[in-house]
Structures are given as structure tokens and as C-alpha cells.
């Protein structure tokens, strides 16, 4: 498939310097233009009409849709193309940008909108999270990761103020703060690895990843996950213990040997999580580091496939 008309789905409020944004955003038009690609710019009206909008374009005869901010702007986009046929793209101007990193995708905005131009389509498996709400069940599609536990806390205390101050940071520093404060309640994982009998498990924090780094400073934590395989690494913390969580932490991010009895790496298709009977403690689910719902969980792979522009000669990253 070679793009012919693509529609850039802008978030006016990704990053923290707006005057560099549209200077960004005027530059890819102008390289897809010249490319020869019908290019055209709309914002995002609110997270969740970007599916809605991906959707009309689509309609409308636009057979590439790049979304142009962060790995938030680009999990709304996903929900409305999963399954359409049309492309998506990437245009990192976000906080955290690791789909892009993922990629190998340049951060720069000249750069990273002619690797657009060069790329190559790919059929990409995706995950699907669904989970509870008081507005009831919602479902998302998901192409980084998707989580329950302490990280979801972190992603639902990170308030936009805190993003908008400390960029990245401020998920870390919610993550420090919360790892010497919480009280790691415990809750149950289902799951069968992709070669064995169904397993349980008593968990205080349950990830399930496409890709294998988050980038700097946290690194590689699901070294063999992978965006060309069709199913989940799952991370599993068999413990309340906080030091293990700063114990694997910085195990990842300096590339050490991870392995300890109380936390689990494996791969599986689908991961179930529901409270104890003994629990009445709230229990937060994310994905792709957008504030979802709340328990009972299911992580699953998605029937449905996208399609992923991968710049020429780029393979997911491994680690």
C-alpha cells in the first residue's frame, strides 16, 4: 500500500510548547506535500471523539491517519482504526512517545515525517483491555501496554498539571511516591502461557506488553515482547514487598538479569484479574497509559488487526 491521502489528527495540547508544535506540524505538511502525499491537519477535538473522527476520514477516502502528539493521542486514534484497512502513523510530539521509540522512529519532526514518507505498511496484532466503569464495561484496543495495579494508581494521580510541568517525569515521580506509600493490595491473575495448562496466582500488579522498552530512564521491562508476535509478555508481581519493585526497576533499566521467584515473566494470549474475596480496595486499569477502569479485568489479543507504518528497514525493537 503506498499513502496517497493522509489526514494528520493533531492533540492542540500535546507537549508543552505550543509555537514549537504548529511549527512542527506545518513542517510534516509541507514534506508529505511534497512527497506527494494529499496531506491535511485536524485537531482532536477531545480524546474520545478521535476515534469518531479517525473514522469519518476514513470514510472520506483518507487511507493513512498520523497521529501527531503523544502515545495518548495515538491510543485514541487506534479505537477508529482497528480493522479499517487505513494506516496509521505516528508524528511523535507527545510526553512519553514510546510507540515511536518502539519504532526506531525519529523524534524530530522533519525527520520522523520523512521516515513517514519511506515507511512500509504492516498488519500489527493488537490487545484489547476491557474492564469495569461506572458508566459500565469499557473496552479499548491497546499497541504498547496495558496494566492493573500500581502503575494505573500512578497514570490516574498524574494529574495534566504534573504532565504538563515535568513532561515524563511526572509518572515517575508519582511511581516513587506511591512505591513507598501504597499498600500493594493483592488481587487474582488468570492466565495460561501460550504452551501450558491454565494458572492462578495472587498478584499486586499485573502488566501485559506489545513492546519491550518504555525507553529512557525505566528501560527494557518485557524484554522479549515484540509487536511482530501475536500475543502479550506478561509482568507479574508476586509480591507486596516494595523493595522488589525498585529491585526489578533498576534491573531493567541498567539491562541485569531479572529473574527473582516472586515476579513472572511469561507469554500468554489472555490475562484475567479480578478482586479477592478478602479486598475491598479499588483497583485501577490502564493502557497504553490512559486511565481506564477499575476491576474485574480482561486482557486479551484482539481479533481484529492495524495496519502500522514501520519506517523503511525498521523492525520492532527487541531487547
Not at 498488519?123 to 459500565?136: D, F, H, L, R
Request: net charge positive; charged share 20%; proline share 6%.
Amino acid at each position: 500500500m503506498t499513502m496517497r491521502r493522509a489526514l494528520l489528527l493533531y492533540n492542540p495540547v500535546a507537549g508543552r510548547n505550543p509555537a514549537r508544535r504548529q511549527r512542527d506540524l506545518d513542517v510534516a505538511l509541507n514534506l508529505l506535500r511534497a512527497g506527494g502525499v494529499d496531506s491535511q491537519a485536524e485537531a482532536i477535538d477531545s480524546p474520545s471523539s478521535a476515534s469518531g473522527q479517525a473514522r469519518q476520514a476514513i470514510s472520506a477516502g483518507y487511507d493513512a491517519i498520523i497521529a501527531c502528539g503523544g502515545d495518548g493521542t495515538m491510543h485514541a486514534v487506534l479505537q477508529g482504526i482497528v480493522g479499517s484497512g487505513a494506516a496509521l502513523g505516528v508524528l511523535p510530539a507527545g510526553t512519553g512517545n514510546v510507540l515511536a521509540k518502539n519504532l526506531g522512529l525519529p523524534l524530530e519532526a522533519s525527520a520522523a515525517a520523512q521516515a513517514l514518507l519511506d515507511s512500509q505498511p504492516r498488519q500489527i496484532a493488537v490487545g484489547k483491555i476491557e474492564s469495569s466503569s461506572p458508566e459500565g464495561k469499557v473496552a479499548r484496543y491497546f499497541l504498547l501496554n496495558a496494566g492493573v495495579g500500581l502503575d494505573a494508581l500512578g497514570i490516574y494521580r498524574s494529574t495534566y498539571a504534573w504532565k504538563s510541568r515535568f513532561g515524563v517525569w511526572a509518572y515517575y515521580l508519582h511511581g516513587l511516591r506511591l512505591a513507598a506509600t501504597h499498600r500493594f493490595p493483592l488481587f487474582t491473575a488468570e492466565f495460561s502461557e501460550s504452551s501450558g495448562a491454565p494458572r492462578q496466582a495472587a498478584v499486586s500488579q499485573a502488566a501485559a506488553f506489545r513492546v519491550p522498552t518504555l525507553g529512557w530512564p525505566i528501560g527494557s521491562l518485557t524484554p522479549q515482547a515484540s509487536l511482530e508476535r501475536d500475543d502479550l509478555q506478561l509482568l507479574l508481581f508476586k509480591t507486596q514487598r516494595r523493595f522488589r519493585y525498585l529491585q526489578y526497576s533498576l534491573r531493567s533499566a541498567l539491562n541485569l538479569p531479572r529473574a527473582t521467584p516472586e515476579i513472572e515473566l511469561l507469554h500468554a494470549r489472555e490475562l484475567l484479574c479480578s478482586a479477592t474475596s478478602s479486598s475491598s480496595e479499588k483497583i485501577y486499569a490502564q493502557a497504553d497509559g490512559e486511565p481506564l477502569g477499575t476491576l474485574p479485568v480482561r486482557i486479551s489479543m484482539a481479533a481484529e488487526k492495524v495496519t502500522l507504518l514501520f519506517p523503511t528497514a525498521s523492525k520492532p525493537k527487541r531487547q
